[in-house]
């Protein structure tokens, strides 16, 4: 079967040489979003970029005139079909709960009318898919809220109450149809943190621009993104210049620049610019196809909330039958029965909770901070201790030159930085990035050198008027190179315990200086911290390899716990297991690829937006923005939807008691039962619907 065009016209309102604009309309029902268009028309062959005016239904395309024409575009966005929806975890609320409203109401309606003989067949038909999922649920699952329905209907049936049967039948394919709406709302909700990105890429290989299939992209390869593009992997920008809209993964609204050396996520859109992106993650494991998956995970997983919810309203469907049965013998009264079966809890305590995390995840996603299902969200509230690894989290993790000094009276403190930076602006390691930085502050001459090698995990050399020259780790220096330290032994001491990070060069075979850098406290750590305590935060401590008295200093200045300074990778793994032991229920907050097992051993865990690629794999809760104030945001959220999780529950089990016990004593009859019942229920669902995304 041929898939209908996405486009249903294209009027072409102005065409120059490498530039052509439509005026569109899109098929009905498919994505009318700027973004899915632009996306779509970029992608095309030849397109180098496109744009759209949802307003005045415009899209501008700019094209190579020497691979294509306007034509050859037009033919190709009239044979594009519509992208596929969101792949739902559930079967929706379709035609057939919609007919089933339908029939039920027109049967209210018109029974009344009928002669005596058509009635009971008639309220039979309408009741019919009631009374077969109730029969299949007691033959399947045993007594359930379904089975309690049925035999409310069954009873006015037989008391020839039809206006009560089918009102009954009606308010419950009305209740069916709005809670699987509200809760099929809640999963959309989610689904909008997962942005599609093109099946093609563009891939620029020996200078030329390829368009690649996005499964064959690989790390390594430069990626070049336009104008209206979601960009498809994370990477570093290596050229160019873009505005990109981040809302979609970080939640801030205000589009950011992006120039050369800066980080960009996938899933993200470029409004305006062009740039050449170095890939560093692809696939299935950018940042967009992890949150993908995160999603669907958590529209399956069940927290330990709702399976105690979805227990507890199995467990009294049988005392709402037993109500029901005493009620008959204690009054001999039908619909007095009637009545009480109409009311249960099952709808309401099983419904709410999954609605209400789904909800609130959803708000998190847009702000910034992605949950890994509702058990993360749950156990994030448990939590009364905060652990945090430094580096990186308390700190920016974002190196700073601090200081530069000349062991060779041949060169000034900011001709070091410079000499640095002429061979370190070729390569994008945070120390590289730092030290130019550092040069471009100085305002210092560029040396002239020769290619640079770059030695992984060790430094960088080259060569500066015929001497070799390396920048790099002592190792590197001393035992690669043979360049002597010991004499400069007492300045690294000190510099090191001032927990620096130290960069030697060497020249023309001697140590010729040092650079040390150091990152800061984020501005709003301390702020975090006392956030946390106001949350409900009992203590919060830091891991850290640093030297004891470094640690001691930030931990007075955060106002901490306490600390464990000079770990071992392995050490911080250790001390989470010790502290659980002891009845702690730990949030560990880290990012690097040895804070992994302490991430997945806590009682949730939290990985920053930088951090390494195995710390966002291990732990429960992903950072979007690299920002600790999502920390506490976090906790807030989670906190607020337990909190509205246990006012619908209280709600749930408060007022469907009300309604029995009304019923047992007759001053409620089957029709207002009903009425309450349902219209109660929906009311919880859409306080767990709306008040999720309030939090």
Not at 108 to 124: G, I, S
Not at 254 to 280: M, N, W
Not at 349 to 376: D, E, R
Not at 670 to 688: D, E, M, S, V
Request: contains cysteine; negative net charge; proline residues 3%.
């Amino acid at each position: 079967m041929t898939q209908e065009s996405w486009f249903v016209r294209l009027e072409r309102l102005h065409e120059t040489r490498g530039r052509v604009r439509w005026r569109y309309r899109c098929r009905p029902e498919t994505p009318q979003a700027a973004k899915d268009i632009s996306l779509a028309a970029s992608n095309l062959p030849g397109a180098v970029n496109a744009r759209v005016n949802a307003a005045a239904r415009a899209l501008i395309v700019e094209f190579d005139a020497g691979r294509t024409d306007a034509d050859a575009l037009e033919a190709g966005l009239l044979a594009l079909g519509a992208p596929p929806p969101l792949r739902s975890g559930k079967n929706g609320t379709g035609a057939a709960e919609t007919r089933g409203v339908i029939a039920s109401l027109i049967t209210l309606l018109a029974t009344q009318r009928l002669p005596e003989t058509l009635k009971t067949p008639v309220t039979l038909a309408a009741a019919a898919p009631l009374l077969a999922h109730a029969l299949t649920e007691l033959r399947e699952s045993g007594l359930t809220s379904h089975v309690l329905e049925a035999l409310a209907v069954s009873i006015s049936v037989a008391r020839k109450d039809y206006l009560a049967a089918n009102t009954t039948t009606f308010m419950l394919a009305l209740g069916e149809y709005l809670e699987e709406s509200i809760a099929r709302r809640s999963e959309e909700l989610l689904k909008h943190l997962v942005h599609p990105v093109s099946d093609e890429v563009w891939v620029e290989r020996d200078g030329t621009e390829i368009l690649t299939p996005a499964g064959e992209v690989q790390v390594g390869d430069t990626v070049v993104a336009a104008t209206g593009t979601v960009i498809p992997i994370d990477g570093t920008v290596l050229g160019g210049e873009a505005t990109i809209n981040e809302a979609s993964m970080t939640g801030e609204s205000t589009p950011v620049v992006k120039v050369r050396g800066d980080a960009v996520l996938s899933g993200t859109l470029i409004e305006e610019g062009r740039i050449r992106i170095y890939a560093e993650h692809v696939g299935g494991k950018t940042a967009a196809a992890r949150i993908a998956e995160y999603v669907e995970q958590s529209l399956t997983a069940k927290s330990e909330a709702q399976l105690q919810a979805s227990r507890l309203a199995d467990r009294l469907v049988p005392a709402v039958l037993g109500l029901a049965g005493a009620s008959f013998v204690l009054t001999q009264d039908w619909e007095r029965t009637a009545s009480v079966l109409q009311a249960d809890y099952s709808c309401a305590l099983k419904l709410a909770t999954p609605v209400a995390f789904k909800s609130s995840m959803y708000s998190a996603g847009k702000n910034g901070i992605l949950f890994k299902g509702a058990t993360a969200l749950e156990r994030l509230a448990e939590a009364d201790t905060f652990v945090f690894d430094k580096t990186g989290t308390l700190t920016t993790g974002l190196l700073e030159v601090t200081d530069s000094i000349a062991l060779d009276e041949a060169f000034t403190p900011d001709d070091l930085i410079s000499l640095a930076a002429s061979v370190e602006e070729h390569y994008f390691h945070p120390l590289a990035i730092a030290v130019v930085s550092a040069a471009r502050a100085v305002h210092g001459r560029h040396f002239d050198h020769t290619e640079v090698e770059f030695v992984v995990a060790h430094g960088v050399a080259s060569e500066i008027d015929g001497k070799r020259i390396v920048i790099g780790s002592r190792h590197f220096i001393e035992e690669d190179e043979g360049i002597d330290v010991a004499e400069h032994e007492p300045t690294v001491k000190r510099l090191y315990r001032q927990g620096k990070t130290l960069l030697y060069i060497g020249y023309g075979g001697a140590l010729i200086g040092l650079l040390a850098l150091k990152d800061h406290l984020r501005e709003n750590s301390a702020e975090t911290v006392r956030r946390l305590r106001a949350l409900g935060a009992r203590r919060i401590l830091m891991l850290t390899g640093d030297h004891r008295e470094r640690a001691a200093e930030l931990a007075g200045t955060l106002g901490l716990d306490g600390f464990h300074a000079e770990l071992l990778p392995t050490d911080k793994a250790a001390i989470i297991e010790k502290m659980k032991a002891d009845g702690a229920r730990i949030a560990f907050i880290g990012d690097g690829i040895n804070d992994a097992p302490a991430l997945s051993g806590a009682h949730v865990g939290i990985a920053m937006q930088k951090g390494a690629d195995i710390a966002r794999m291990s732990a429960d809760i992903a950072l979007l923005e690299d920002d600790i104030a999502r920390v506490a945001d976090a906790k807030a959220i989670a906190a607020r939807a337990m909190k509205l999780i246990d006012t619908d529950y209280r709600l749930a089990v408060g007022l469907n008691t009300a309604i029995l016990g009304a019923a047992a004593l007759g001053v409620l009859k089957p029709i207002a039962a009903a009425t309450l019942h349902n219209g109660t229920t929906i009311g919880i669902l859409l306080n767990a619907l709306l008040g999720g995304r309030k939090v």
